[in-house]
């Protein structure tokens, strides 16, 4: 292998590709991305096993060739060069790296032993085509009621895709609140599938599109190696599928309101906040929320052993209320969803839960139906 290429394009390409370098690898070959140049371009891949990414940057290969060099120390050398013009050239099992001004060469692992993962196949199914902003928002607003450690079961750690219609239902839960987005899609062949997609490849996919040029995500279905492939022009994410079965989150969607508002979203932020300071001293960590029947205001009080009450009330649009409530919440897992809202208004449902005493509160969108969130309440 020998070919010259841009530092700041091989920079990119080595930022991209090191989030999928396996921190605790149980081979050595995990430890280093893979470099193989041909046809003018050169492709980085890295992977623990679980998660892959790929991407092709132009180069000008003077040689053909393939190998593995230790991720972390060669991103970090490259980073430090001021040339950029850079010479890779693969000898006698090592990698040289020359500029105008230096000279180094790093230890290799062959390519062979580099594992490989999904191929494009008559096994591979194109699911679906979205644009990538519209994804990534959605996804902002899924991902963080996932249970990303997976600590009570697998299918928690991802998030659930689902057609309906024309559109993708992308649900996440951790048992404790839950969020779904709608979004239409270019659907293809996603009529029986519903996989559920690890958070891992769904956050690299939408962090890792937004740097390139390329505006539509396609997401395809490897169903012989149970694999999602996301591809966003020359950068792929590739990652397993979570086994098992995804909770029917349809059964505990409430059915009995006890009031439904509109909320100032800014206002509301503000007062979930001032209350977080008297909360986060205390420790249930919870805030009470409380309405009267035939009055206009939201109540936010909290209590810290150690520092004592706050109290305050929001102004508020009256859309429907069945009777009086008072509900303690985590005020982190509060914030965690009005901070995400867009709209000046957001739409607050206090409603009771289908299965036991608690309550839920559900949080919506001023006037946008495509995205609603859930939180049961805290027992105080």
Known sequence: MNIQISRTHL????????????????????????????????????????????????????????????????????????DDNVVLHLKDNELHVKTDKVYSKFSTIPYKEFPEFSKFDEFTKLMFEIDKHQFSKCLDKVLFAIDKAGL?????????????????????????????????????????????????????????SLDTNEDVIQCYLSIKNNQVIF???????????????????????????????????????????????????????????????GEKLLQLSAKGSEVGEYKT?????????????????????ILDVISRIDTEYVVLEIVKHPKNEHTMAVFKEDENDSFFHLLVSLIP
């Open 11 to 82: 920079q990119k390409a080595l930022n991209a590709v090191s989030r999928a370098v396996s921190t605790k690898p149980i081979m050595d070959v995990l430890k280093n991305v893979a470099l193989e140049a041909k046809n003018n371009t050169l492709k980085l891949s890295a992977t623990d096993l679980d998660l892959a990414i790929v991407t092709v940057v132009g180069a000008e290969v003077l040689e053909e060739g393939s190998t593995t060099v230790l991720a972390r120390t060669f991103m970090e050398f490259i980073s430090l060069l001021n």
């Open 152 to 208: 009570t079961q697998p299918v928690f750690s991802g998030a659930l895709f689902e057609r309906e219609e024309d559109s993708i239902n992308i649900v996440g839960t951790d048992r404790y609140r839950l969020s779904k987005y709608s979004i239409k899609a270019n659907l293809t062949d996603f009529e029986k599938l519903s996989p559920i997609i690890p958070h891992y490849a769904l956050d690299n996919i939408s962090r890792l």
């Open 231 to 293: 591809r966003n022009g020359k950068l792929e994410v590739i990652s397993s599928i979570i086994g098992g079965t995804f909770p029917d989150y349809k059964a505990f969607l409430p059915e009995e309101k006890v009031m439904v508002c509109r909320v100032n979203t800014s206002e509301f932020i503000n007062s979930v906040r001032l209350s977080s300071v008297f909360a986060k001293n205390d420790e249930s960590s919870s805030i009470l929320l409380k309405k009267v029947a």
């Open 313 to 333: 009330g929001i102004e508020i649009d009256v859309l429907e209320e069945y009777g009086d409530f008072s509900s303690y919440f985590s005020p982190r897992k």
